[in-house]
């Protein structure tokens, strides 16, 4: 195990870095004067603050740890979670985009009312607020509290989750989305460079040897489909949950949806979500490849998720390892205060301004940050429960599958069914993902049952799909005329055809999908 020391210079970049990125959040709070100025950022965010913001509010340092981890623990199968997302965020940039932008909708939620009605908004918002807090905020402050109890271990793990809540919780009060969105690129850029680093370093020393990869991997490591009851990754397992797994995480989660919808125009949400898809591919190198080479390196590590911090303490010279270090924890509290953001969002938009009541744009503002600290306290009490887990992507990607699988097919469903109706999506939503619950407790957490998780998303898909159907049919049919803007139209793909015959090639955004597909399979075929 390497000294998790930092030196006092160290210590200094920490505390400048912690400062400055506080007050760029208060320097561009200050033009912030309404709540679609603390939401979605003026609408006005170019294709790489999109494309980063993308990137680091869902991959953030928690994956950091997580899929470095996860190499440590069991091999490149975890890539599965991040190719199989730049094929879906191509799938989202070409058809799902558009319509959520020409529906001119401010939330993910609100989407619902427009295609069902104000029930499965209700639903849909209440859902994703609380698995908000569970999910994502509290994963972000637990790991971030595993990285400050390493530099100071006789501190309680509950004192570190609040430090990183209140200095997650800060900027994003004072700057709302823009903060958010213009740190994380800063983040995004510097754990970029910082794991590109680390994986040169590292791989010399063992001689720029690609075949070490395939000798230090775990035993049926190196292949990105281990045998069908492998605990995992079972490869059935791509099929029947990492794909449903992506289209929640970049289609129906409002805190990344949020982030595209902050866009300029279409153009800019669409060359932002392709560049955080091809982004998506060089993780195998830049993280999982470095968790397999801590195997020799650190032999002997109790818990996979220190792989990528223990490399940084190893290799990295002082001054650049707080920088380093810095950036993570800095991360980290990017995905805390984008869902703190987001779930914000949420209830503003779904809850207070669909009252009766009017409110002023200074009292919604209020609202919006009292609403933050809430939130923050709540993930705060939350982050512990993770300790039952052996790694965080387990954790995260286990309570996904189980309850956000209505979700998905009520969205998507609604979006190319047109005989779906309002009925039938409310009670999926309400009903089914009650079953996930009491499936992710009674399994995951009480092991009553031993199904695998990835098989677990793919039963409650399959469930999702019957009462969507069967109630739909049901159910009087919705008229077209009122959901023609929120469904998919042949006819409006053949008009932009149209419109693309003047564009360049590297402006036109189907050929940039379609070699952004081309270079996915190539790159993922050999591993196989």
């Known amino acids: 195990m390497p000294e998790f020391e930092l030196a006092g210079l160290d ?43 993308l990137i680091v509010s869902n ?7 997580g899929l470095a981890g996860a190499g440590y623990d069991t091999g490149i199968s975890v890539w599965n979670f991040e190719w199989m997302a730049t094929l879906i965020l191509v799938f989202f940039a070409v058809l799902i985009l558009p319509i959520y932008l020409q529906s001119k909708i401010t939330t993910v939620p609100e989407f619902l009312e427009k295609r069902y009605d104000r029930r499965s908004r209700y639903a849909f918002s ?52 823009r903060a958010v969105m213009i740190t994380d690129t800063i983040q995004g850029i510097l754990l970029l460079i910082a794991s590109g680093t680390i994986f ?50 970049w289609i129906t989660n409002h805190v990344v949806v949020q982030r595209v919808l902050a866009a300029k125009n279409l153009d800019h949400g669409r060359w932002g979500a392709l560049f955080a898809g091809l982004m998506q591919l060089p993780w195998l190198v830049l993280l999982i490849f470095p968790g397999i080479l801590a195997r020799d390196v650190f032999p002997e590590l109790e818990n996979p998720d220190l792989a990528w911090p223990s490399l940084i303490f190893e290799y990295m010279p002082v001054g650049i390892r707080g920088l380093i270090v810095a950036a993570l924890l800095a991360a980290l509290m990017s995905t805390l205060d984008s869902v703190l953001n987001g779930a914000a969002s949420l209830v503003v938009n779904d809850f207070i301004k669909t009252r009766k009541k009017e409110f002023t744009e200074k009292q919604l503002l209020r609202i919006s940050r009292a609403l933050v600290g809430v939130f923050m306290v709540i993930a705060v009490l939350w982050a512990p429960v993770i300790l039952n887990f052996d790694t965080i992507v387990q954790y995260f990607q286990s309570f996904l599958g189980y309850v956000t699988m209505p979700v998905v097919v009520v969205l998507i469903g609604g979006i190319f069914w047109k005989r779906a109706t309002a009925t039938a999506a409310f009670w999926t939503l309400v009903v089914v993902t009650s079953i996930g ?29 019957i009462s969507f159907v069967t109630i739909s049919l049901m159910t009087p049919a919705p008229e077209r005329a009122s959901i023609k803007e929120v469904t998919f139209d042949r006819s409006t793909w053949a008009e932009e055809t149209e419109q693309l015959r003047g564009k360049p090639w590297y402006k036109n955004y189907r050929y940039l999908s379609a070699g952004v597909v081309v270079l996915t399979v190539a790159v993922v075929v050999p591993f196989i």
Do not use: C
């Not at 990125?21 to 170019?46: E, H, Q």
């Open 126 to 177: 209440g859902f994703t607020v609380l698995s908000g807090m569970l999910i994502d905020s509290a994963g972000g402050m637990f790991a971030g509290a595993i990285i400050l109890n390493l530099l100071y271990p006789d501190i309680p793990l509950m004192v570190h989750i609040v430090i990183i809540a209140v200095l997650g919780g800060v900027y994003v009060i004072l700057g709302g989305l």
């Open 11 to 53: 210590l200094a970049i920490i505390a400048a870095y912690a400062l400055g990125i506080v007050a760029i959040g208060f320097w561009v709070g200050r033009g912030t004067k309404n709540s679609d100025d603390y939401f979605l950022a003026g609408r006005g965010m170019i294709w790489p603050l999109v494309g980063f913001s």
């Open 437 to 465: 619950v009491v499936g992710f407790v009674t399994g995951e957490l009480l092991e009553l049952h031993g199904i695998q998780f990835l098989y677990a998303t793919g039963i409650m898909v399959v469930l999702s799909t």
């Open 59 to 65: 991959f953030s340092g928690t994956q950091f740890l």
């Open 200 to 249: 040169v370093i590292l791989f010399a020393e063992f001689g720029f040897d690609w075949g070490i990869f395939r000798e230090l991997a775990p035993e049926d490591g190196f292949t990105i489909a281990p045998p069908a009851d492998d605990d995992f990754m079972p490869w059935p397992g791509i099929f029947t949950g990492v794909i449903w797994l992506g289209l929640y995480t």
